[in-house]
């Protein structure tokens, strides 16, 4: 809790590593994440420092790993996260890997590229053989044995030309065969029919079996072409078209006898081909079944390689260049740790000279460090949101855990709503550490299930704010009997049946006598639901709780700045700035809330009528007056008010000059005092904050700025007048507005109200009221119709709403009262887990 309510102390420090032990020591600090390391060679550019060889090793090294990562991704198998993290390798283990590795990526290539040719080799094959079976058809005309010749029809599939006839013929028939990509049938069959005028004989088929395009790896069903043809020339031309359009060609032997050889042939180199193919696919995967195996902890163990020396890398060397020195933020609770991992550190690389670590003074403000766990760390968000919180200033993520899901339910009051809020966020709680919960891939679902305590605890306060306002999905709720007899007030009037047959509704009077049993046990009563005058009612007491609420919220704010000005030894500030503000804002607004509840316990329903306006009150405060038709609340009221109006007026005179002329006059002193007893007082505060327990980073400087500006300087009298004034202004007109501004409170708890009784009304009353007899078979969509609207607009949309109204109302209205939110985070050298992309 310590840590939660003030960043933890945090001090610069030297760490002095021997030459050879110096990457063990890394490591080990890397493994345990303790520290933030500094760059001590900022104008140094990256190839020009010590270890750039070894860090273009480790890029070497992954560029072979994303080669190996692409070829398993090739082979349709998924590469997952390490399962245990293995440590930084030595430089012998390092060479290691980058021999296996670069031999297993030698061995992928040269098996990728075999199969690929084999595959190739036996594509072509294919082809060639479905082009001389198609072509079969073509050119040759085979008759049944012992069939006399008979006229017959010709068709398509005749061949060309008879063969008996070919000896008479003077010319020889020539034949192209090949394959084509069928999107280019037509343009090659057009461009031939226009450059050959003719002089050829066509034929496209398609391939029987679809196969893999070698330059998209698609599977296509390819056209088989057979192209006959006279002359040497003409056949020129149908070559060079063919080669234009990428066509495949193949030989086509000129009779029947050496085309059936060759079929024969390629039969055989078929079979071949795939018994071989067949044993390269087994190699490589054998070869892919030890990458897979291996790949995940070689990654891991070069990412931290490499992250080492780019740590390396911000180190400086001494003049012997046998030390390397570097420069850390550490918190001081783990400079034990740090001198431990630095032992053990020398130990591993078995160095003889130990490392040690060494505390030096600066006047930097250090980073912050807030340690939290699971369920703090949504808070924490919320904070660091706005602001990180500067160096050891109170951090209000501690009473956000508790004011930010109550004002949230002051706006989301429902018993039923909480309810299923509440449930959902105990779903995420219970299985929170379910792999498919934590591994999404949805943003928004993530950032649900980082907020799942904060909903929880929404949840569970939305339930209760529902009791006080006695809402359960827009209906009340009758816990406990009311308080409220409507038989006294029958029997007080005398109701016949005729009177109440003409009034459907009336009034109920609260000062017959009996008619009020006392107060309800827990909330509002539910005869307040039955009231014609219960939106009244509620908006009036919503109204002034967040006034009330509101008010405190804000001193509550003021009062925490008490921990920053006694942490930072700034006792001026708590006369000069914290007792105004607080005057100031209980002269105005804490007599505001003493009226409210003035008024409250005075005035009863025997005589309301007669009850003064706050409003008007609270304006003639102002004006010092008093108004004749607003009778006052208690004797001597104006003489008071006046005297408060003075006070808070008073008050800001000091809250806008105090503080300067306090630093201006001790700084002229300082100035002209003796030197020794000047630099007597500028070091008294660093002793005393040594004693007080603040770090030793800590200076006079500092002390007089909070620790708010990381670079506190000397400035005159006119820029700190500047700063105060500002601040003035924006405290004075701030608790008017911030006032106001928690009157949304109200508003959004009015809103969520009305929206739910409207979505009752107009969807789930309907489906009870005009259904009759068949309601039990067209309630079911009805109330599904309910249920998906509830949590469509109630829960996400008003929810959504309501989180975001609270988060300014922590952010303006209370976090600026004392949080400057100007530091910046505290980000130790640790191993990142496995982010291979």
């Not at 061949?159 to 028939?173: A, E, N, T, V």
């Not at 160096?391 to 508790?402: D, R």
């Not at 706006?411 to 509440?422: A, N, S």
């Amino acid at each position: 809790m310590g840590s939660l309510f003030r960043s933890e102390e945090v001090c610069l420090a030297q760490l002095f590593l021997q030459s050879a032990s110096a990457y063990s020591c890394v490591s080990e600090l890397g493994e345990r994440g303790l520290l933030e390391f500094r760059d001590l060679n900022p104008k140094v550019s990256a190839f020009q420092r010590r270890f750039v060889g070894e860090v273009r090793r480790c890029e070497e090294m992954e560029k072979t790993f994303t080669f190996l990562q692409q070829e398993l991704r090739g082979a349709g198998r998924v590469l997952g996260p390490c399962p245990e993290s293995p440590r930084a390798p030595l430089a012998r283990e390092a060479l290691r890997v980058q021999e296996q590795s670069e031999q297993l990526a030698q061995e992928l290539r040269e098996v990728s590229r075999n199969r690929a040719s084999l595959r190739g080799r036996l594509r072509e094959l294919r082809q060639y053989l479905h082009v001389l079976r198609e072509g079969q058809r073509f050119t040759s005309w085979p008759a049944p044995l012992g069939s006399p010749p008979r006229p017959r029809a010709f068709s398509e599939r005749d061949p060309l030309l008879d063969p008996s006839l070919h000896q008479h013929l003077d010319r020889k028939i020539n034949f192209v065969a090949g394959v084509i990509h069928p999107w280019r049938v037509s343009a090659f069959e057009r461009l031939l029919w226009r450059a050959c005028r003719g002089y050829l004989v066509a034929s496209f088929v398609e391939m029987p079996e679809p196969m893999e395009d070698p330059t998209t790896g698609e599977s296509i069903t390819w056209v088989i072409f057979l192209i006959s043809y006279w002359g040497e020339q003409i056949g020129q031309k149908i070559r060079k078209i063919s080669d234009c359009f990428h066509c495949h060609v193949y030989p086509y032997p000129e009779s029947e006898a050496s085309r059936a050889d060759t079929m024969s042939g390629l039969h055989s180199q078929i079979q071949d081909l795939s018994v071989v193919l067949e044993e390269t696919e087994q190699y490589l995967a054998q070869v892919l079944d030890k990458v897979a195996l291996a790949l995940p902890a070689w990654r891991v163990q070069v990412q931290k390689m490499k992250a080492i020396y780019l740590v390396l890398n911000q180190c400086s060397f001494d003049v012997t260049e046998k030390c390397l020195i570097a420069e850390v933020w550490c918190p001081v609770r783990d400079l034990t740790q740090v001198q431990d991992a630095l032992r053990q550190g020398s130990y591993q690389s078995g160095s003889s000279v130990e490392c040690f670590v060494q505390r030096i003074p600066t006047s930097e403000s250090p980073p912050t460090l807030i340690r939290t766990n699971k369920f703090t760390a949504g808070f924490q968000s919320i904070v660091d949101a706005y602001g990180v919180a500067s160096y050891q200033e109170v951090n209000p993520a501690p009473y956000a855990i508790i004011t930010f899901p109550f004002i949230f339910a002051i706006m989301f009051g429902d018993v039923g709503h909480g309810l299923l809020m509440f449930l959902f966020a105990l779903w995420m709680v219970l299985y929170e550490n379910s792999p498919n919960l934590r591994q999404s891939s949805n943003e928004i679902w993530l950032t649900f299930f980082e907020g799942r305590y904060l909903i929880l605890l929404m949840g569970a306060f939305s339930i209760y704010t529902g009791f006080i306002y006695n809402e359960c999905f827009s209906k009340a709720t009758v816990i406990f009997p009311s308080a409220w007899s409507v038989a006294t007030m029958a029997n007080h009037s005398s109701w016949s049946s005729a009177y109440l047959a003409t009034h459907p509704s009336l009034t109920l009077d609260p000062n017959v006598t009996g008619v009020f049993q006392g107060p309800y046990p827990f909330g509002i009563d539910p005869i307040w639901s039955l009231a014609t005058n219960h939106l009244n009612f509620l908006n009036s007491f919503k109204m002034k709780m967040s006034v009330v609420l509101g008010i405190v919220h804000m001193g509550f704010g003021v009062m925490l700045g008490v921990f920053n000005h006694m942490h930072f030894q700034q006792w001026h500030r708590l006369v000069l700035e914290l007792l105004p503000e607080m005057v100031f804002l209980l002269a105005l607004f804490g007599y505001l809330v003493f009226l409210i509840f003035y008024k409250w316990v005075k005035f009863s329903a025997a005589n309301s009528l007669e009850a003064p306006s706050i409003l008007i009150h609270f304006i003639d405060m102002f004006l010092f007056t008093s108004n004749a038709g607003n009778l006052p609340l208690y004797q001597g009221q104006v003489p008071v008010q006046t005297v408060l109006v003075v006070l808070a007026l008073a008050s800001v005179p000091v809250l806008l000059l105090g503080t300067p002329l306090y630093l201006c006059c001790r700084r002229r002193a300082q100035r002209t005092g003796p030197p020794a007893s000047m630099a007597t007082e500028e070091q008294e505060p660093l002793l005393e904050g040594q004693e007080a327990g603040n770090s030793v980073n800590t200076t006079k400087e500092d002390v007089e700025s909070g620790g708010h500006s990381p670079d506190a300087k000397h400035v005159d009298f006119s820029e700190i007048f500047m700063h105060q004034a500002i601040h003035t202004i924006e405290y004075c007109l701030g608790c008017v507005s911030n006032t106001a501004s928690y009157l949304r409170l109200w508003a959004l708890s009015l809103a969520h109200a009305q929206l739910s009784e409207v979505l009752w009304t107009m969807v789930m009353r309907q489906g009870f009221v005009r259904l009759s007899y068949v309601g039990g078979v067209v309630l079911l969509p009805v109330f599904a119709a309910f249920a998906v609207l509830t949590v469509a607009i109630l829960l996400v949309m008003e929810g959504l709403s309501a989180f975001l109204h609270a988060l300014r109302l922590h952010w303006v209205e209370f976090q600026n009262k004392f949080y400057v939110g100007a530091g910046y985070k505290l980000c130790p050298f640790a191993f990142a887990p496995d982010t291979w992309e």
